[in-house]
T-cell receptor
Framework: KQEVTQIPAALSVPEGENLVLNCSFT??????LQWFRQDPGKGLTSLLL?????REQTSGRLNASLDKSSGRSTLYIAASQPGDSATYLC?????????FGAGTRLTVKP | SAVISQKPSRDICQRGTSLTIQCQVD?????MFWYRQQPGQSLTLIAT?????????ESGFVIDKFPISRPNLTFSTLTVSNMSPEDSSIYLC????????????FGQGTRLTVV
């Protein structure tokens, strides 16, 4: 059974800092891994999708890496801004739907 | 990418009543799903909405409580029936264009409060 874990559960940083969010999964036989952002009380916004054959994906200040063999992914956020404050979730496919981590709640202080 | 419109965005309902949530995708998609997110929790799958047939429910969720329709490849509804305060959650619609290798997209969510 696929389990997804995210560390830390919460993170507070000053504006401008670079930071790393961690995601681990127990079954390395995945098609891909997806990172999402969720603002309070809202839906999920897809940030990055990494296919199993890829090691990295970049979008602006975001960079996600994937190491299937060790069951890990990281989301790197460069030069953080207060607008980055949100919960970040990683997810992997599970049959037809997805298995989600519990998320990392990020606060970027001005 | 797919754009998903979900409505209503929020509602406050009386216990014992029902609420229907609509999900419209701007392109035809193979898979549509409904999730529930209770306060402070991650997402839990309610069911897979199947086009032209009955939805496939996860353990702990039943059709009488959460009837789902999917009349075509771009639209689905979820009804929360006979609501109680325990149904207060965010309900999320999701869609995927193909199988496990394709990207998943989500609607804006429906924040439901039952009083």
């Amino acid at each position: 059974k696929q389990e997804v874990t995210q560390i830390p559960a919460a993170l507070s940083v000053p504006e401008g800092e670079n930071l790393v969010l961690n995601c681990s999964f127990t079954d390395s036989a995945i098609y891909n891994l997806q990172w999402f952002r969720q603002d309070p009380g809202k839906g999920l916004t897809s940030l990055l999708l990494i296919q199993s054959s890829q090691r990295e994906q970049t979008s602006g200040r975001l960079n996600a890496s994937l190491d299937k063999s060790s069951g890990r992914s990281t989301l790197y956020i460069a030069a953080s801004q207060p607008g980055d404050s949100a919960t970040y979730l990683c997810a992997v496919p599970r049959e037809d739907d997805m298995r989600f981590g519990a998320g990392t709640r990020l606060t970027v202080k001005p | 990418s797919a754009v998903i419109s979900q409505k209503p965005s929020r509602d406050i309902c009386q216990r014992g009543t029902s609420l229907t949530i609509q999900c419209q995708v701007d392109s035809q998609v193979t898979m549509m799903f409904w999730y529930r997110q209770q306060p402070g929790q991650s997402l839990t799958l309610i069911a897979t909405a199947n086009q032209g047939s009955e939805a496939t429910y996860e353990s702990g969720f039943v059709i009488d409580k959460f009837p789902i329709s999917r009349p075509n490849l771009t639209f689905s509804t979820l009804t929360v029936s006979n609501m109680s305060p325990e149904d207060s959650s965010i309900y999320l619609c999701s869609a995927r264009g193909g199988g496990q290798g394709t990207e998943a997209f989500f609607g804006q969510g429906t924040r439901l409060t039952v009083v």
